[in-house]
């Protein structure tokens, strides 16, 4: 494929960034921050360098390009799914572009710790994602966010506990006909080795994609030679890394992040995005904002690093895309995206396809998304039937344990192992039929646990779905502190951001 140099879309980067760059100074003139070295399994909050705005994230994806063509997509009409720590009120986030969807966490025993994010990792995603303040707009501000929380204040939460959000998902996202979930943004993953075809996490993921919802996973950031997580090591999702924008307004030096994990000949990310030292939102008060002080930008931003943020950035292209053409199927989505990516340094060699095929890393754009998916430019057949994945379905009756890898919760004295989940036994085999039957959930109760309350609440200028005390023989009685727990399989606790 030659992709005609007028029409590159990466050029005329170093005006636009530099105006993005003037954004950046009015969120408070941060000094640069101190530079942290970015380690790639040490469990610290990743940050370093000069600070990349979320106008320059647009940059580097080429949303100044199809600005420029009058075209100016903000994800309306879309829902996107944030399965992630929760996401805190703070300004940007409070005008109803956020509803809550169950807190499946630890936290939500604790109806002062319900929903709200202790931990900072998923309101920074929110930010990037939907973000509309006078600071801050994030990538897809007309999107409906559905913040569905699973990781505690500590940043701890079982791979049971994710699964259930995910089958959740699937079961309720057409619950706001205004703003269906369209897409997905998982930014976890465990160092299970199970094969994808077996593993349980894979298939809750498989299921979404197969329920007409673009699932977006994070790589990891174990470094460029280490293999993808679980469940990005899934075939059918969209595995992204981070791309590192090097701190300049050119895109010539742009490059695939030193951190992230870009799989290995069984699978590799499917491309990279923006996730280098991000300005999003803060969460005074929260763990990271108290263990990572460094990473503040004035007294609402937060720097932020990592597979997690490029997972946001293209979960938020992909509710753009899809408020542009709604017809996509998560199918067409990726065969799109992973065609439509250009090389990261903008040289104009647009000839390599994806890591899949040739071992080239691109970069995630959306400029050329839209230019091919209109027709232009002789592009291949992009048609759903065209675009179906031939990969065989997984199974999802290989092990829970299996799913968790190495990473267990504990109450301080006894680990969460083997098959079961917080609240007894638990049969994949079960759980799998019933996940691809849509029956996982029945009311409030997931596998037959009560989980949560049965329906939606209008709260005073937020939607939430009911929580619930739940029981069970490991849980009642005890003060489940999240510091409590041992270790946590949030990806950036566990593995780094
Ligand atoms: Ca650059």
Do not use: C
């Amino acid at each position: 494929m030659v992709r005609t140099p007028a029409l590159l879309a990466r050029t005329g980067a170093a005006v636009l960034a530099a105006a993005a760059l003037l954004g950046a100074a009015a969120l408070g003139s941060p000094a640069a921050p101190a530079h942290a070295a970015v380690t790639s399994s040490s469990g610290k909050w990743l940050w370093e360098g000069t600070g990349v705005t979320v106008a320059n994230v647009k940059d580097g994806v080429s949303m100044p390009s199809l600005n420029r063509r009058n075209v100016y997509p903000t994800g309306k009409g879309v829902g996107i799914a944030l399965i992630d720590t929760g996401v805190a009120p703070v300004p940007g986030l409070t005008s109803g572009n956020v509803a809550y969807g169950p807190d499946l966490s630890l936290d939500s025993q604790d109806p002062a710790k319900r929903y709200t994010d202790g931990f900072g990792h998923g309101t920074h995603l929110a930010g990037i994602i939907s973000a509309k303040s006078s600071g801050l707009t994030g990538m897809a501000p007309g999107a409906k966010l559905f913040s569905i929380k699973v990781g505690a204040s500590s940043g701890a939460v079982d791979v049971s506990q994710v699964m259930a959000a995910i089958d959740w998902t699937v079961a309720h996202k057409n619950d706001d006909p205004a703003n269906p979930i369209r897409v997905m943004v998982l930014a976890y993953g465990t160092d299970g080795v199970q094969p994808a075809d077996v593993d349980p996490l894979a298939f809750a993921v498989e299921n979404a994609w197969r329920a007409g919802i673009t699932v977006v996973v994070s790589g990891g950031n174990n470094g460029n030679s280490a293999k993808l997580l679980n469940p990005a090591t899934d075939k059918y999702v969209i595995a992204v890394g981070a791309m590192d924008q090097n701190g300049t307004t050119t895109w010539s030096d742009d490059h695939v992040a030193s951190f992230t994990s870009v799989g290995d000949s069984t699978r590799k990310i499917d491309f990279i995005a923006p996730g280098r030292s991000l300005i999003s939102l803060r969460v005074p008060g929260s763990y990271i904002d108290v263990n990572y002080p460094g990473a503040r930008v004035g007294t609402s931003y937060f720097l932020g690093s990592g597979s997690s943020q490029a997972a946001a950035v293209t979960g938020a292209v992909v509710a753009d895309l899809l408020e542009l053409f709604p017809s996509m199927t998560p199918d067409q989505m990726k065969k799109l995206l992973i065609y439509a990516a250009v090389h990261p340094d903008g040289s104009g060699d647009y000839t390599k396809t994806s890591v899949n095929t040739n071992g080239a890393i691109e970069l995630l754009d959306i400029w050329w998304s839209y230019y091919f998916f209109s027709g232009n430019g002789s592009p291949p057949d992009f048609s759903a039937a065209k675009s179906v994945q031939s990969i065989p379905k997984g199974t999802g009756k290989g092990l829970l344990e299996g799913a968790r890898g190495t990473v267990h919760i504990s109450d301080g004295t006894t680990q969460l192992t083997g098959e079961a989940d917080l609240f007894g036994p638990f049969s994949t085999s079960d759980w799998a039929t019933a996940s691809a039957a849509k029956t996982a959930w029945v009311g409030g109760s997931w596998m037959g646990h009560p989980l949560t309350g049965t329906g939606w609440e209008a709260g005073t200028g937020t939607t939430a779905w009911a929580g619930r005390a739940w029981s069970g023989r490991a849980w009642s009685g005890n003060t489940w502190s999240g510091r409590a727990w041992s270790s946590s399989s949030w990806q950036s606790v566990a593995t780094g951001w």
